[in-house]
């Protein structure tokens, strides 16, 4: 077993997640003074708040704005991954105020300098399964309680499909894959490496998760996805499933079904800290905007997003957001989920990235342009770097499984050279050795190189993989968006196209592939080897 430092803080950051609730993923930078770095900056105060946060709090802005606004308090939101959050928290020093992550232990094990104070709990949210109405009355999961065990034989009777956040990026994500785990063990005292090891819980657990569809780095991203795609379901928090539904009833369309694994069933909460820097007015101001968010009326308002701020039930008045006709029950009592040691969840962490979750199909656009001579091919180097060298990946929870594909597709006008690789062994790592010998080449076609992707894909069956194109490029591209498309819906598969921007490129050829295949773009031009990590977090 793996025990580098990195990855037992992993592990038992993610112990925390799970068994103190946890709430969705993150994404994004850091901000100066002006705020100009920030995802969001809500007012325009002297005094300001820097908040590294989980994305799921951008649903909160209206309320944070309230705040700035009658306080004079700036605030600026900058939205990150859980491991990120971690990491800021586990460096000497830190420009954020305050941090706002998913989990109240991941302060705890990040915090190795005992920064952060005044940490409290601002919402909690179940993790749950929201199922199109007419599938979950199909199946039967309407009006009674459904194990995991239910929701595994709808699959592998090939009637349940369903979108997930990684368990290896989101905590989302993570908190369903322990309590998958628990239930199909039978919920022991504490799971085992042994228990790990049983044959029959691999089976399962693969089983299960062959039913999943679409994946995501991100709560929030994956809510959106959804609402954009023709998916039957999804895993995410009872607060996004009530916003998908407010979305979906808006349009007139089908809503979800709120389904509760009663024997696996998760929580989130949100825990708000202050990072001490011996700043006595910046520990007022946080501590002015936690009084805010903990006082009853905005408490009030927290819940009608769709968040309890308790676990034994719902205010009155807000029982109209909590639908009962939509599954939802405002009234369930929740309780936390009791947690294996950290070694044993490392080796569940490890084992869903390596043997357990559907493997990956990812088949790499990279552009060796003229453009990209000198910095930027380094810059792609050292990123693919972070990738194909599995004992880089492992840092990240990113490494391959062993029946994991791997395509390189290396362009610049044209397609200069087409790579594979299976599993996570030799084979994958010599492909780093490729990506360092290509040289720079003329100009930039990325729709030729996307084109070629899509008949390597056609070359698989897709059922069996979780795929995406991952197309990075630095310039304004030749080529032809139409021409690509048609190929594309010809091709009658839901394969997201995921974009890394670079150097000069045009986000809106970018953001129109992403928006086409139901993916996003990922901005590289700061940090391309982040962009990457952050991109593969989603496959």
């Not at 820097?50 to 004079?72: A, H, M, V, W």
């Not at 305050?98 to 094990?109: H, T, Y």
């Not at 994946?215 to 928090?237: C, I, P, Q």
């Not at 792609?380 to 972070?386: H, N, R, T």
Request: hydrophobic fraction near 35%; include cysteine.
């Amino acid at each position: 077993m793996k025990t580098g430092r990195l990855a037992v803080l992993c592990a038992a950051a993610l112990a925390a997640v799970l068994g103190l609730t946890a709430c969705s993923g993150f994404g994004g930078g850091g901000a100066d003074d002006s705020g100009q770095n920030a995802d969001t900056v809500l007012g325009n105060g002297r005094q300001s708040l820097k908040i590294i946060s989980g994305s799921e709090n951008q649903e909160l802005e209206p309320i944070l704005e309230e705040f700035s606004r009658d306080s004079g308090i700036r605030i600026e939101m900058t939205y990150q991954g859980s491991l990120d959050i971690m990491r800021e928290l586990e460096q000497e020093e830190t420009e954020y105020d305050a941090v706002w992550p998913a989990s109240s232990l991941w302060l705890n094990v990040g915090d190795t300098g005992h920064k952060v104070k005044h940490a409290e709990s601002v919402s909690i949210s179940p993790v749950v399964f929201g199922i199109r109405q007419s599938l979950a009355e199909e199946l039967g999961f309407v009006g009674r309680e459904v194990s995991v065990r239910d929701i595994l034989d709808a699959i592998t009777a090939g009637k349940l499909k369903f979108c997930m956040t990684s368990a290896t990026q989101s905590n989302s994500g993570a908190s369903a894959y322990i309590g998958f785990l628990y239930a199909l063990l039978g919920n022991p005292d504490m799971i085992t490496e042994e228990d790990l090891e049983s044959p029959q819980l691999q089976s399962d657990i693969q089983a299960l998760f062959s039913g999943v569809d679409r994946s995501s780095g991100s709560s929030d991203w994956l809510k959106d996805m959804f609402l954009e795609g023709g998916y039957d379901a999804m895993v995410n928090y009872e607060c996004l499933i009530i916003q998908a539904n407010e979305e979906l009833e808006s349009r007139g369309e089908e809503t979800l079904y709120v389904v509760y694994p009663y024997d696996g069933l998760t929580l989130a909460d949100s825990p708000l800290g202050y990072v001490d820097h011996g700043d006595d007015k910046k520990e007022e101001a946080f501590l002015k905007l936690q009084e805010y968010l903990l006082s009853a009326e905005v408490q009030n308002e927290i819940q009608r997003t769709g968040r309890r701020t308790g676990y034994t039930g719902i205010a009155e008045e807000n029982k109209d957001v909590f639908r009962t006709e939509w599954g939802v029950q405002p009234d369930r009592v929740l309780s936390v989920m009791k947690m294996p040691s950290t070694e044993v969840l490392f080796e569940a962490l490890n084992l869903y990235q390596t043997d357990f979750k559907k493997p990956s199909l990812n088949i790499y656009c990279l552009d060796y342009s003229g453009s990209m001579a000198g910095e930027g091919r380094n810059q792609l180097v050292a990123a693919m770097e972070q990738l194909l060298i599995q004992e880089n990946a492992e840092k990240n929870f990113l490494q391959a499984s062993k029946d994991e594909v791997n395509v390189l597709i290396l362009f610049d006008d044209r397609v200069l050279a087409e790579y594979t690789a299976v599993g996570s062994g030799g084979e994958l790592e010599a492909l780093y050795e490729k990506v360092k010998e290509q040289p720079t080449g003329s100009g930039t076609d990325m729709y030729i190189a996307a084109d070629e992707a899509l008949n390597v894909l056609q070359q698989y069956d897709l059922s069996q993989y979780t795929p995406a194109v991952i197309l990075l490029t630095d310039g304004m591209s030749g080529g032809s968006y139409d021409a690509f498309m048609e190929h594309y819906r010809e091709m009658g598969e839901d394969v997201p196209i995921f974009s890394i921007m670079f150097g000069d490129a045009d986000p809106e050829q970018l953001d129109e592939l992403a928006a086409a295949t139901n993916a996003r773009v990922f901005d590289g031009r700061e940090d391309l080897i982040d962009a990457f990590r952050k991109v593969k977090g989603y496959n």
